[in-house]
């Protein structure tokens, strides 16, 4: 994280569904980290990974290093009096939650998008050495590297299930060939 510049940011893949969102940062990560929704398990395990997503936003907004990212910025409190004229679009998590209970978010896409607008806001505010842009950068990751896991587990699951049926299908095809000779 430390010494990249927002070139290096922007090439970096991730979460390719979501197309290219223009000046949205792309975090360096290892490329076995790198987490992209697999799709094609249907709406329901969409929904699984969309509770699990905001479960884990959850644990990140419980962590001390959160706290700036909790509540909407308030440029004299913060004492940041041009935050509204540099960002074009503020998000923080306790808006993405409530988003989240209005239900905003369809699938698990629309809700990193907005997490990952609350890392590029930070970034083009503070820069990417600060603190805070550091602490946002880790939510991130900790987000994608979880969601991968679970998302694997789901998918092994769901393999394991489509395989089942398939084998049983078979198994009956093969008894009724059996039966009719």
């Not at 990417?128 to 590297?145: G, I, P, Q, R």
Request: hydrophobic share 35%; net charge positive.
């Amino acid at each position: 994280m430390h010494g990249a510049d927002d070139s290096d940011l922007l090439r970096t893949p991730f979460l390719k569904r979501l197309g290219e969102l223009e000046g949205v940062p792309r975090i360096p990560k290892k490329a076995n980290e790198e987490w992209e929704p697999r799709g094609g398990m249907g709406e329901k395990v969409e929904m699984k990974l969309l509770r699990k997503a905001f479960k884990i936003l959850n644990k990140i907004i419980k962590r001390g290093d959160a706290s700036p990212f909790n509540r909407p910025v308030d440029p004299i409190l913060d004492d940041c009096e041009d935050y509204f004229s540099r960002i074009e679009s503020p998000m923080e998590y306790h808006k993405i939650q409530e988003n989240g209970k209005i239900g905003k978010y369809i699938s698990v896409i629309d809700l990193v998008r907005d997490i990952r607008l609350v890392v590029r806001n930070c970034h083009q505010y503070n820069g990417l050495s600060h603190d805070f842009s550091v602490a946002a950068s880790k939510h991130l990751e900790m987000l994608e590297n979880k969601m991968k896991e679970y998302e694997d587990r789901l998918y092994r699951k769901h393999s394991i299930k489509s395989m089942e049926k398939v084998v049983k299908i078979c198994a009956r095809a093969n008894v009724r060939k059996w039966q009719k000779n």
